[in-house]
T-cell receptor
Framework: DARVTQTPRDKVTEMGQEVTMRCQPI?????VFWYRQTMKQGLELLAY????????DSGMPKDRFSAEMPDATLATLKIQPSEPRDSAVYFC?????????????FGPGTRLTVT | GQSLEQPSEVTAVEGAIVQINCTYQ??????LSWYQQHDGGAPTFLSY????GLEETGRFSSFLSRSDSYGYLLLQELQMKDSASYFC???????????FGTGTKLQVIP
């Protein structure tokens, strides 16, 4: 069955290193979201794309985070340089934008630990 | 901007009915949806209300009142597996931006 995939599932890195997270949305979905979840802040929307174009990245720290969609089957979220406060679970989700964004399909998440 | 408020925790007995409330503030929106998230898992879509009234999906129902800026998720015949966090979500803006509430952790006890 169709599902969103994310890699890696777990990532432990040292402060200052670059981190790249990848997401493959469900085939045919034209809207992709990146979220970050922590106990303190809950689930935060970082950025989202429609038809590979960024629509809103106001939730993302611009100085160190970047999000792209090189093609319709791949979304990436990069952090450079990483900091301990970036430790969180990062979720990617996709939706059929034509039907509305209310029904999103989430990937399993990438658990990032920055030491 | 938008904001949503939910109770942080709710406890209910297996087999009973529980209602999780959500109040929101927004200048305009398309609808209110609900997601379930088990510990260690990803959020999964449960229900969506574009219009006022009740939407029923099996044991789960969701309600929206735009005039009261209020919605709720109703879970009937509670099962142990319903223990999870539940999020209300606003769908708004020109590009249908989504805003998640803080979540309600439901504990179902025997």
């Amino acid at each position: 069955d169709a599902r969103v995939t994310q890699t890696p599932r777990d990532k432990v890195t040292e402060m200052g290193q670059e981190v790249t997270m990848r997401c493959q949305p469900i085939l045919g979905h034209n809207t992709v979201f990146w979220y970050r979840q922590t106990m303190k802040q809950g689930l935060e929307l970082l950025a989202y794309f429609r038809n590979r174009a960024p629509l809103d990245d106001s939730g993302m720290p611009k100085d160190r985070f970047s999000a792209e969609m090189p093609d319709a089957t791949l979304a990436t979220l990069k952090i450079q340089p990483s900091e301990p406060r970036d430790s969180a679970v990062y979720f990617c989700a996709s939706a059929n934008g034509l039907a509305g964004n209310y029904e999103q399909y989430f990937g399993p998440g990438t658990r990032l630990t920055v030491t | 901007g938008q904001s949503l408020e939910q109770p942080s925790e709710v406890t209910a007995v297996e087999g009973a009915i529980v209602q999780i409330n959500c109040t929101y503030q927004t200048s305009g929106f398309y609808g209110l949806s609900w997601y379930q998230q088990h510990d260690g898992g990803a959020p999964t879509f449960l229900s969506y209300n574009a219009l006022d009234g009740l939407e029923e999906t099996g044991r789960f129902s969701s309600f929206l009142s735009r005039s009261d800026s209020y919605g709720y998720l109703l879970l009937q015949e509670l099962q142990m597996k319903d223990s999870a966090s539940y999020f209300c979500v606003l769908n708004s803006g020109g590009y249908q931006k989504v805003t998640f509430g803080t979540g309600t952790k439901l504990q179902v006890i025997p």
